[in-house]
Each structure stands twice: as structure tokens, then as C-alpha cells.
């Protein structure tokens, strides 16, 4: 392990420009057993971080590098936080004894033709995405532990796979009839210029889009699939929100012959009982964003429906933390064999 004369482990965080990667930093900065040894980006590279993002200045973090300047004999571990599609072939150009928390989708997807099904290209590491472990931190720690390279789940997947995978397990869901209707801040889409993002396209409105089309759809039915032993397919609709940060997801399930809303929530009170990050709420509390904003947390609500045989699930993360670097933070500690809650004890912000 690339360790300075403190032994603290030294990561590169790749794509520091960007938000994620921001608030990968932001996480970083007060972990007791890392040092920041680098920063990359595209466009701003040459930059000092401050000047590109003012509130990181003053941190002693180093210059904005091109990725070919690092040097790799200085770094263990890397927190990818690029543009997927870009991140598959900087990992296959890293030496083997870099670490990978990669933040994207690029080694999602187990199945390489859904792989190139849905993000329109042929993957170019397959190799690597066969090594890669899908990094939903709370049901993979031995593999995570055992691998080189983790993929850390998307932030819709996270908001969904959350409530759903133990409900699954228990067998106490159909699996022929879940909905999840999705609701996401703007920074969800990156800091890079769209359209799309603009201020005037975003305030006093909301709308849906990737409807039956999004890529997440694919990635929330893989892990689904694999907690309840079949094939599933789902409606997700996402929808983009006029506020910066947080996910809400409400799903709607309908319970399995025999079950009641009681054993969903028994399902998740036991698989969550330790859980230093999923928080069950007590009966009749509704999940908000602004309760888990800045924080690692995923909140979850369990309601019964008026609909007779009918349940819904509700959760809130953090897009930016659960639902990217917090995850990618916790993923390190695993990967380092760390306390899994190191640099992510931070309460949330609110108002
Ligand atoms: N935002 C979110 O909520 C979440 C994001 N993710 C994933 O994390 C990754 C980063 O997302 P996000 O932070 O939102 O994106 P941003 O657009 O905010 O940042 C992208 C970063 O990658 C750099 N970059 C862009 N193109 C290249 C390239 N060709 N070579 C090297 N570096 C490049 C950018 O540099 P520069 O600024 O100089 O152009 C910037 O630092 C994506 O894969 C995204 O899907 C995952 C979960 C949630
Ligand atoms: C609001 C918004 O635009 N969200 C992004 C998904 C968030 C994300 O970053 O997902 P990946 O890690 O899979 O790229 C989208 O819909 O594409």
C-alpha cells in the first residue's frame, strides 16, 4: 500500500472538477486515514481547486493535473469520479496495484451486451468489468473487501435497491408488479454545461424523462433480479426536481398472497437492525430529502396503501453522498478493511 510517513493512504481523486468529485473532497478532507495526494480534470486542468471551486480553498489540496501527468508510484487508491464511457479505458490504462472506487456506470452493468445496449457503445474493458464488484455497500462487503475494482451503484439504483433488495429476500413483495417514481436534485446531471440544466429549464417546474428509457432501469433490474432468484423487470420513471441536492423514491409493491405490511416492515427492521447508514422510520414518518442533505443516510418509510394487497416504500439519499461519494468513502473503508463509518460521520445539514 502507497503509504506517506504518516501511513496514511494516498488516493488521487480523478474528475475533482466535477461535483462528485467535489464532494468526494469535501468527505476526504476530514478522513483520518487519507491523504489527498492528487487531482485531475479535462478543461480545468493547470487550475488550482480553489479557483475552480472557492469553498475548497485553503485545504492545502494540491493543483488540477491531466490525468497522463500523475505519478502512480505516489498513489493507492484512486476515486474515479468521470464522465462514464471515459472511465473504462483510464482504469485499463492504471497500473494493477491502483485500487479503483469507481464512481460511474461504466462497470455496472454485469452483462456486456446490455452494457452496450444501453450506453451505446461496446465496452472497452471487459476483462476489468468481469473483476468489478457492484458496490452497494451494504450487500457486498466480502466481495468489495476481496477486489480490485468497485463499481459504486448509481444514485437512482441506490434510492430503490435500498428498500426493495430486502423485501425481496423475504419473499414478502410480488416481483411482477413494482413501481419506482423517482425524483432527483439538479446537480444529479453533473457541473458540465446542458441545456437541459439551465436555471430557466429547471425553477418553478417539474418533469419526467427517460420514461421507460432510462439506463438505471437496467441496473436497478439486475440486482432486483438477483435478490429474488428471476428475471424482473420494473417501471422506473425519474424525474428532475428544481432544487440542487437529494433523491426521493416512491415505490409502489404489491405484497405476496399471505403477507401483510408488517412483515415488509419486519424485512426491513431485521436486514437493517446494524446498519450505520439505513435508517427504517418509525410508522407514519414520510422520508424528506432535507433530512438526510450533506449526510450518508438513506431514510426509509413503509406505508400501506388504501388499495387492498398494496404497499408503498419511500426513500431519501443524498445524490451527491449516498448516492455517489459517501457510498464511494464507504466503499474505501471496506476495500481498506477500515471502520465502514470513517469520514462519513458527518450529521445531516438542515434547514
Ligand atoms: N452527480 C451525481 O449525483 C452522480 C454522479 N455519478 C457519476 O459520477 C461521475 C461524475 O459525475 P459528476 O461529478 O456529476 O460529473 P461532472 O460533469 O460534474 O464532472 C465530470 C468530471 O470529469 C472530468 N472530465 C470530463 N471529461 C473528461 C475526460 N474526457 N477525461 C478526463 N476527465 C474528464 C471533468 O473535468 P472538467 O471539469 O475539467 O471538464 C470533471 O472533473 C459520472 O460518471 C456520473 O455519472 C454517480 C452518482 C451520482
Ligand atoms: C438528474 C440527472 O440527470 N441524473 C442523472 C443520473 C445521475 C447519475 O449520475 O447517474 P450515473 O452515475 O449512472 O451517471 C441522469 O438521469 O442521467
Given at each position: 500500500m502507497a503509504q506517506n510517513s504518516n501511513g496514511k493512504i494516498q488516493v488521487a481523486v480523478l474528475g475533482a472538477s466535477g461535483y462528485s468529485g467535489a464532494e468526494a473532497l469535501r468527505l476526504l478532507l476530514s478522513h483520518p486515514h487519507v491523504r489527498i495526494q492528487a487531482l485531475?480534470?479535462?478543461?480545468?486542468?493547470?487550475?488550482?481547486?480553489?479557483?475552480?471551486?472557492?469553498?475548497?480553498?485553503?485545504?492545502?489540496?494540491?493543483?488540477?493535473?491531466?490525468i497522463e501527468e500523475l505519478d502512480w508510484d505516489q498513489i493507492d487508491t484512486v476515486f474515479c469520479a468521470l464522465p462514464h464511457g471515459t472511465t473504462q479505458d483510464v482504469v485499463a490504462a492504471l497500473p494493477d496495484k491502483v485500487k479503483v472506487v469507481d464512481l460511474s456506470?461504466?462497470?455496472?452493468?454485469?452483462?456486456?451486451?446490455?452494457?452496450?445496449?444501453?450506453?451505446?457503445?461496446?465496452?472497452?474493458?471487459?476483462?476489468l468489468q468481469e473483476q468489478a464488484v457492484y458496490g452497494l455497500t451494504e450487500f457486498a462487503r466480502t466481495a468489495i473487501a476481496n477486489t480490485r475494482l468497485v463499481a459504486c451503484p448509481g444514485c437512482y439504483p441506490t434510492s430503490a435497491l435500498l428498500p426493495l433488495l430486502p423485501v425481496l429476500e423475504k419473499k414478502v413483495i410480488r416481483t411482477d408488479d413494482v413501481i419506482i417514481d423517482s425524483k432527483s436534485g439538479v446537480s444529479g446531471a453533473g457541473r458540465a454545461l446542458k441545456e437541459g440544466s439551465l436555471y430557466a429549464e429547471v425553477a418553478e417546474g417539474i418533469h419526467a424523462y427517460g420514461i421507460a428509457s432510462h439506463r438505471h432501469g437496467p441496473e436497478i433490474e439486475q440486482e432486483l433480479s438477483g435478490a429474488a432468484g428471476l428475471a424482473m423487470t420494473v417501471?422506473?420513471?425519474?424525474?428532475l426536481m428544481p432544487m440542487n441536492r437529494g433523491i426521493l423514491s416512491t415505490i409502489y409493491v404489491k405484497l405476496a398472497d399471505g403477507a401483510d405490511v408488517e412483515?415488509?416492515?419486519?424485512?426491513?427492521?431485521?436486514?437493517?437492525?446494524?446498519?450505520?447508514?439505513?435508517?427504517?422510520?418509525?410508522?407514519?414518518?414520510?422520508?424528506?430529502?432535507?433530512?438526510?442533505?450533506?449526510s450518508n443516510n438513506a431514510s426509509i418509510g413503509i406505508f400501506a396503501d388504501r388499495a387492498p394487497g398494496r404497499a408503498m416504500l419511500i426513500c431519501a439519499i443524498d445524490n451527491l453522498v449516498k448516492g455517489a461519494a459517501g457510498q464511494a468513502v464507504q466503499n474505501f473503508n471496506v476495500l481498506h478493511g477500515l471502520p465502514e463509518t470513517t469520514g462519513l460521520s458527518l450529521a445531516p445539514m438542515f434547514p
Open positions: 485531475t480534470a479535462d478543461r480545468k486542468a493547470g487550475a488550482p481547486i480553489g479557483e475552480v471551486f472557492p469553498q475548497l480553498d485553503g485545504y492545502g489540496l494540491p493543483m488540477l493535473q491531466r456506470a461504466d462497470f455496472r452493468l454485469r452483462d456486456i451486451d446490455a452494457y452496450a445496449t444501453w450506453y451505446g457503445h461496446p465496452h472497452r474493458a471487459p476483462d417501471t422506473f420513471t425519474p424525474h412483515d415488509l416492515r419486519a424485512a426491513l427492521a431485521e436486514r437493517y437492525a446494524d446498519e450505520p447508514f439505513v435508517r427504517l422510520l418509525p410508522q407514519g414518518q414520510a422520508p424528506q430529502t432535507r433530512h438526510v442533505r450533506g
